[in-house]
């Protein structure tokens, strides 16, 4: 049965996906247009409304359209005019005029599925239309971002427009920080955090309405919330069911939206029992489209010669750059940086920011602010800002075609690991990187790849549960009673991938030689760390040496590397880091790191605690958010039962041993030939040149993780004593 299209905006087209092609008569530096059969060819229609400057206010929504402000400061405007702009801004977004027709639609269905392009106003007004119309009753209304980036600055965009404070009425919740409140109604979180929220609240009790965002990304958490979330409301909905409202005594119901710019929605709605789907036209002006006549070897060189083509050739407009990821985007802000300063003084001025998910809030929300008089700004971006985050005054996209993904390569080691791997983007987020350019006007987009390439391209990414490890999942799912298995999910991974998890976690002491769930394995789903650092810990109290872990995983646990790498200054680097160097390898050597770091915070002011980091390569950032990260382990050890304060010292095999735990399964012996071969598979591994440990030999090591170059690498690697691993075994019979 067909699923039924409902277009609740006021325009009867279906404008998905459209305005991305135009014929374009003039070949420009080696770009050419698409042909006619690069993308499928949609009826295109512009939307009625003016265009509005909407892009023009800053990060906190206060200023008024196309008004400049220097420095951050505040407007002038009083706080009366300040909501009424908002207000204005909020009635214009292409949803506004759907919005009746969405509530109508969200009362009577259970489940919505509502499609809308980018910019168009979902994820900011879906949930205040909900709570407006009192359709939440006196629930919470969460919101799933696959990203704790979007999360938090859209929350914060939200409590704006609600002339809140952020965590009060609106709030947020990522791993590791929240913002939030009794008072809170309006919740954006990430996905991970709801799936951890069903460990004390498998009904989801306080929520009358989910709302899932950015379905089509499809991660692993967004499926197992799909799945649980049919579950639930089964449970809620049907007052019959003993797991329900009799058992739980709820009264409220379950709603759940589905959202997204770019979706399979029918498959979405075949999940759900053919649930409506809705579509709400954007505002999307037409975007030229130039593919590049040979393929590009290196796309950041390619990049930085396309954004000074742009920038000597073409009329103002701020320029958006697609690349995979930070280093790049580091890289690259470099070079383009060094050459701007060499341009003529006619020229507008160039200002380059940058963002990433690991970049922090303040950094992330210069993109945001207006560029300033004579100045085109160029923003690096991942694909953070290809659906979640809409940035103002974009008119050019250079889109590289890459972006890194996590992978599972089961086929290449015995035991199969994730790595993150730099790979070709698929034809949907092209499409949606090339539609940034049209959000307020006519647009260019450049592809750094041929339009054979584009052709090539997959249409969509693989779900990422078949293609990556399931471990913590799995251990999620065991708390909740369940198995991955037996779950009905969107797609099911393959017996392979489930099997090697169930390893793992058997080998971490998590599970039982029935798979079932030990009283050890139940702590370490309460850490919202990794399974094998969590491991490291539950283990650490045996040891003695809780603190000295915490204060290793809290840093292996930070968004972005402590150690800095700067390859024009490798010899200060290496000397800055000898320091701390400790003959184990890089555990222990960030330990000695942090040591240092707190005696200097001890004493120091801010400013010398900045320069010392400076001066040692380290990164403050990963510092303070560690410090962060590791108040809410304490948290969680008191809570079931571990002595955080409890320190070994000096005792560093102690240490060693604890991580060892963890990392059991990512070891490695010396072989006769002098490589690393995988005790759990086949694999030789090669210590990574940035380990500590990468020019000497130990008769076995343990390693954070494998990278995959040209080679497989091991990175964050310690040497661990051969014999650990027969009292490995031992440890475990005993426990059996
Ligand atoms: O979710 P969707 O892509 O449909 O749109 P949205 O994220 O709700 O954004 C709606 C509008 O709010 C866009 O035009 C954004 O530019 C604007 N917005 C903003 O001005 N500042 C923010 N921090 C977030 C959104
Ligand atoms: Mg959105």
Sequence with gaps: KPTPWVDVSDDDSLGKQNGLKRKNPNNMNGHHEPS????????RRHSLLSDDGLQHNDANGAGQPKKHRINGAGPSTPQGSKAKAIAEQRQQLPIAKGRDALIEEIRKNDVTILLGETGSGKTTQVPQYILESGLAKNGMIAVTQPRKVAATSLAARVATEQNVPLGSLVGYAVRFDEKSSPETRIKYLTDGMIVRELMSDPLLSNYSVVIVDEAHERTLRTDLLIANLKKIQKARNNPSDP????KAGLTN???????????????????????????????????????????????TDAAMRTFFQIHTDQPPGDVLIFLPGQEDIESLQKSIDLYAKQLPADKLEVLTCTMFAAQEHSQNNKAFLPTPPKTRKCILATNIAETSITIPGIKYVIDTGKCKEKQYLARVSGGGFDTLLTRDITKSSAMQRAGRAGREGKGVCFRLYTEDAFNGMALSAEPEILRCSLTASILNLKTLGQNLEELDLMDKPDSDSIASALKTLWLLGALDNHQKLTPDGRQMALFPLEPQYACAVVASKGYGCTSEVLDIVSVLSASSKLF????????????????????????????????????????????????????????????????DIREQLVVTCNRVGIDATVSAKEDEDSIIKSIGHGLAGNSAFLQPDGSYKQTMGQTIVKVHPGSSLCDKKVPAIIYDELMYTNQIYARGVSSIPKSFFLSLSAFKQRKA
């Design 253 to 299: 119901p379950l709603k759940i939206v589905i959202m997204s710019a770019t979706l399979d929605a029918e498959k979405f709605s075949r999940f759900y029992h053919n649930a409506k789907i809705l579509y709400v036209k954007g505002r999307q002006h037409p975007v030229k489209i130039y593919h590049c006549a040979e393929s590009q070897l290196d796309y």
């Design 243 to 246: 797991k329900g409202k009799g």
């Design 564 to 627: 800095i790498d700067i390859s024009e200054q490798r010899d200060a680097v290496a000397e800055a880091r000898r320091k701390f160097r400790h003959s184990y390898g890089d555990h222990l050597t960030v330990l000695n790191a942090v040591r240092a770091y707190r005696e200097i915070a001890a004493s120091e002011n801010k400013h010398a605690r900045r320069e010392w980091c400076r001066k040692h390569f380290l990164n403050e950032r990963t510092f303070l958010e560690a410090r």
């Design 36 to 43: 006619a059969n690069g993308h499928k060819k949609k009826k």
